[in-house]
């Protein structure tokens, strides 16, 4: 016999509760004794008439409430529908997902009852982070509560033939399965959360499944079950010919216990008995009533366990592969407990309290007009249905999967108030318009989706030779998973040509779509949003967009005009452009920053959300795991190509009249260029730059800047065309590499009369009064004055200190709080300390600041905003937008020097004025980035560890003058979200304030960029050269790191 002992040392590896794996210990002997779990007929006995809930009289008891609690099983993922996620986060009805209603009765039945009811989720392991998210996001105050959560276990798949646990190489997550929910009697004991709530003085506990909709605590059926003394109480419905294949109410004769017999418990010859309704009259709901008292007493005398009837079922280790390992998983239901408790009981409800969605035919009727929402929050059979809901027959095979009624009903839902019975074979589209009467059945024998609209009653039809779609008809292209399509901070980039390679950018698409959809985005309202840096293949890859946004259901694109959009214009056109029913729900940007552009140089892409923010993490993370499984994706092949040189709109109407698209190329620069003239003080910086003492020029290196700077300081604020520098995109950005720093913006850095180490030149002729340039897709800055190089840790700094001068900040109060990234130099932090201001070290990546933004408005936390942020890699911005904006921070540089100069009679106080005043009042940080780029990946990971390992033994060490008083990884426990972000970073922090950081950047389209910084405050010696500051301690670094071992080299490619 095989022995559990293999499933005992993988279960205690993994931490798992005694309780559980007891439980799974009593589930597994009765595998391997042989035990079928088969319940003859001839051994049990039908149910007499049990009592109704309707029939239940005297008076409900509020006060049992304080003794009772509510708990909502929410471990499936819905993967029979097709969902690889909580399936209660499936939207119900008018945008509300089964969990939206559950937060929402739990409220009004507080509101009602007049208490606190408490209320819990069992989870599992794969819903958990998803319910959690969700709970924060939306209703924060039931996800604050003590104990909202508890985790259901896991168990081991077995091996169909040893019965020793199964193994997946390709994922080891696949070698688990949830228990069933018959694991609440071992996840509440395992997790303590049963001896917390008798010592809470709990007594009652209700469970019932998240999507059943219409199991709520009922107060009358809670004083029943209070009042009988009863153990334990199931709720039941009576059974009809359409619950005649499911699982029934027994007695066993052995005992006269109430047991559960489910259909795999049946045998073959007994199936005629088990199926008939008028002999086994009663099914179990899933809505339990459980003493917590007794289930204690059971688990004590059972030894720390519930023996539960085992179920198994026939899967493969991969569920995604059917010709993986063949295994068992074994599983209990929680309903099978009435057959543990003495005095267990049951009573019939109405079908009002049994609503579950099992399969799309429910959910199409639930969003239906055939039930609607009452004022606490439950669905409910229409009136106007007459007490009988319609009975729904979709194509079992066209509609296993959520995603097919989803594109079926892209138009909308259609109306089943008046409908008796619905029967659809093959494939069709239905729409708001759509109303079916009386007994309907609809066949379409054709490949494609035809649409059935208008008043249907009564009628067989066979739409298979009616029009289509025509042009908006989408094909489903059969492909494979990509290797390296992980999407970092930044999005997805690689070469070009891998981009241009068979699939690769449709599979990358392809996988978003899936992601935001399954994430709740209702791609058919709104607008998609698709531009980039103008980069090579920019063009190629918007038009393929369109089509697969098409294909995808997307109704409405705009387009940047000659497919350019800065990645700051994208994040002010999603939140800025209007009107509000055509607001964006999100973005396609297509850039890979300041990276090389052209055939042989890098492309990327990257999606943000309807914040105007990058997306988040969990999304981030769904779009890479779905391409490592995609099999196909969708394009609509005949949509035409669109004109993007020019602004304008198109409709595209399908032949059937049932949809249209339209994409409208938009201005690029309008909704950026509006946003920042309500920011700054135009008037004042105008007269500025009008000064005779007074001469700038912006370096937009080729990039997408080009039109926005002509746009500014041009067609906005009067200067000449001549203030411009590369201001015309170029797909290779001439050949350049579009990093606005001393090393790569070398035109301007030599116009400003400075060498690419920040030191002065000399210079024939005037040298501008301030200089300014851009990346490739906008978003950074890099500042200088005449023969003066601002860092972008003092920029941010300054800019924090002179706020005040910006209408945006001083209309509202002033600034409330600043962030910078951990690499950044302190520079600013003294600022917030003085200024009395919220201050935040972050990871790098914009969404770390892109939280505290938003902060109060979708966590319903503090408001931080007035908010200003920055990074050292010259990105500065605030929230006015969700991304770094350079051109934001050069505005207010400008506006700043404005403030600083109201009378132009008097000498121009300059950059390098502003920046010296500055350092004598907070001090100077001296700091320099070493950026070694191209380096071999393995090697400069490897350094990264080592570096990582010796943490411990380098805290306390001397190093030349210095003392590292502490050597570590930087963690960050953002104080939003409560997500940790971990490895961002080796610091070696001096005893005196001095830092050396170092990072491996993921932003290089190849190779591994390593990042080297040095940082030394000073508060009397100012005016030293940065190199000579930092001298010795940029000789410790490389000694720390030992690149030149790892990695062959100590010589830097850019020094900043």
């Known amino acids: 016999m095989a022995s559990f002992e293999p499933c005992r040392a993988k279960m205690e590896k993994e931490g798992i509760a005694q309780s559980a794996i007891s439980a799974f210990e009593s589930t597994f002997n009765s595998l391997v004794s042989g035990n079928t779990g088969i319940i003859p007929e001839s051994t049990i006995a039908p149910v007499p008439e049990l009592i109704h809930t309707d029939s239940i009289s005297g008076e409900p008891n509020a006060a049992l409430l304080s003794e009772t609690v509510v708990l909502k099983l929410n471990g499936g993922l819905g993967t029979g529908m097709g969902l690889d996620k909580a399936k209660s986060l499936l939207e119900v009805k008018n945008g509300d997902t089964f969990l939206d209603l559950t937060a929402k009765q739990v409220v009004c039945m507080r509101q009602e009852f007049g208490q606190n009811v408490k209320f819990m989720l069992m989870n599992s392991f794969s819903t958990s982070d998803d319910t959690l998210e969700f709970f924060r996001t939306k209703y924060p105050s039931l996800a604050a509560e003590e104990g909202l959560e508890m985790l259901q276990n896991k168990v081991p798949k077995l091996d169909a033939t040893t019965y020793e646990p199964a193994t997946c190489a390709t994922d080891s997550s696949n070698e688990w399965c949830p228990p069933g929910h018959g694991d609440l009697y071992a996840a509440l004991v395992g997790s303590g959360r049963l001896a917390a709530l008798l010592e809470g003085g709990y007594k009652y506990m209700f469970v019932s499944n998240s999507d059943n909709l219409g199991a709520t605590l009922d107060l009358k059926i809670l004083t029943h079950f209070a009042t009988t003394d009863a153990s334990f109480m199931m709720e039941c419905c009576e059974r009809t010919e359409n619950d005649k294949k499911g699982g029934h109410l027994a007695i066993r004769n052995s005992d006269k216990h109430l047991i559960l017999r489910e259909s795999a418990m049946c045998a073959d010859e007994d199936e005629p008995a088990f199926q008939d309704i008028t002999k086994h009259r009663f099914f179990n709901t899933n809505n339990l009533w459980i003493r917590l008292d007794k289930l204690q007493e059971i688990v004590d005398k059972s030894g720390g366990f519930i023996p539960l009837p085992m179920i198994m079922n026939n899967k493969t280790v991969d569920p995604k592969d059917d010709s993986s390992q063949k295994v068992v998983q074994l599983e209990t239901a929680m309903g099978a407990a009435i057959e543990c408790f003495d005095g267990a009981s049951a009573v019939i409800v109405p079908r009002t309290r049994f609503a579950p969605v099992k399969k799309c035919n429910d959910l199409l009727l639930l969003r239906s007009d055939a039930y609607i929402i009452t004022d606490d929050f439950r669905p409910v059979l229409n009136p106007a249905c007459g007490g009988v809901a319609p009975v729904i027959a979709l194509d079992s095979k066209k509609y296993k999967l959520v995603g097919a009624l989803e594109e079926a009903t892209s138009e909308g839902v259609p109306s089943l108030v008046n409908c008796k019975r619905l029967t659809v074979k093959g494939k069709i589209r239905m729409g708001r318009s759509t109303r079916f009467v009386g007994n309907v059945a609809i066949t379409n024998k054709s490949d494609e989706a ?119 214009a994208v994040s002010a056109t999603i939140r800025e452009r209007g009107p509000v029913w055509q607001k964006a729900f999100g973005s396609f940007i297509l850039t890979a920053s ?34 490592t499984s995609i099999k196909s994706y969708k394009i609509c092949d005949d949509f035409p190509d669109i004109d993007i040189t020019k602004a304008g709109s198109t409709s595209v109407k399908s032949e059937d009249g049932s949809s249209s698209v339209v994409v409208d190329v938009i201005p690029s620069t309008e909704s950026h260029i509006a946003l920042l003239k309500t920011i700054f003080d135009f008037e004042a910086i105008k007269a500025l730059l009008d000064r005779d003492d007074f001469s700038m020029v ?53 116009t400003m009369g400075l060498d690419r180490k920040g030191n002065k030149v000399d210079v024939s002729g005037p040298i501008p009064s301030f200089g300014a340039a851009a990346d490739g897709d906008g978003d950074r800055n890099m500042i200088l004055g005449t023969q003066f190089f601002v860092t972008p840790s003092d920029s941010l700094a300054v800019i924090v200190a002179n706020a005040n001068c910006i209408p945006f900040f001083s209309s509202q109060g002033g600034l409330k709080a600043v962030a ?54 010259f ?97 960050y426990v953002d104080p939003v979200d409560g997500s940790v972000a971990q490895k961002q970073g080796i610091r070696f922090l001096m005893s005196d304030g001095s830092r050396v950081i170092f990072r491996l950047s993921g932003t290089a389209g190849s190779g591994a960029t390593v990042r080297m910084y040095i940082e030394q405050y000073e508060t009397e010696k100012l005016d030293m050269s940065v190199s000579s500051a930092l001298e010795e301690l940029t000789s410790i670094a490389l000694q720390l790191c030992d690149i030149k071992t790892f990695c062959g080299t100590e010589t830097p490619t850019v020094i900043t």
Request: hydrophobic share 35%; glycine share 10%.
């Open 820 to 873: 910078r990234s951990m690499p950044t130099s302190g520079a600013v932090d003294r600022v917030a300390k003085d200024l009395n201001l919220d201050f935040f070290e972050t990871p790098t990546g914009w969404k770390f600041f892109g939280n505290l933004m938003d902060s109060k408005v979708i966590f319903k936390g503090k408001d931080y905003t007035p908010f200003i942020c920055g990074e050292e890699s």
């Open 698 to 750: 912006y370096d937009s290196m080729h990039g997408v800047n080009g039109p926005f700077s002509k746009a500014a300081f041009v067609d906005e604020l009067g200067q000449p065309e001549s203030v411009l520098m590369n201001h015309i995109p170029k797909d290779d950005f001439n050949g350049g590499h579009a990093d606005p720093n001393l090393t790569y913006a070398k035109e301007l850095v030599a």
């Open 875 to 971: 990105g500065t911005g605030s929230d006015h937008v969700r991304e770094k904006d350079g051109i934001w921070a050069v505005l207010a540089w400008l506006n700043i020097l404005a403030a600083q100069n109201p009378n132009a009679s008097k000498p121009l106080v300059t950059v390098e004025d502003i920046v010296k005043k500055h350092w004598s009042k907070y001090g100077r940080n001296y700091y320099c980035r070493w950026d070694f780029e191209g380096m071999d990946k393995v090697g400069a990971t490897a350094m990264m560890d080592k570096m990582r390992a010796d943490a411990a033994a380098n805290t306390g060490r001397v190093v030349g003058s210095y003392t590292i008083a502490t050597a570590d990884d930087f963690k």
């Open 594 to 627: 300041h990276n090389p552009g052209g055939p042989e140089e890098d492309f990327g892409i990257k999606y943000n959300t309807q914040t105007g923010g990058p997306a988040p993490e969990y999304l981030m993370e769904a779009t890479y795991a779905n391409t």
């Open 450 to 568: 035809k649409y059935v609209s208008g008043t249907i009653e009564d009628a067989e039809m066979d739409v298979t030779d009616s029009v289509g779609l025509g042009s908006l008809k989408p094909t489903v292209v059969k492909s494979a998973p990509i290797s390296g399509q992980k999407p970092g901070t930044s999005g997805l980039r690689k070469k070009t040509k891998v981009f241009m390679s068979e699939n690769y950018l449709n599979n990358f698409v392809q996988s978003v779509f899936d992601a935001i959809i399954a994430g709740g985005t209702n791609v058919s309202e709104g607008t998609l949003l698709v531009g980039g840096d103008g980069r090579y293949y920019n063009d190629k890859a918007i038009q393929t967009i369109i089509k697969m946004g098409v294909a995808n259901g997307v109704k409405r694109f705009w387009i940047g005009e000659n497919g350019l959009l800065s990645t700051p």
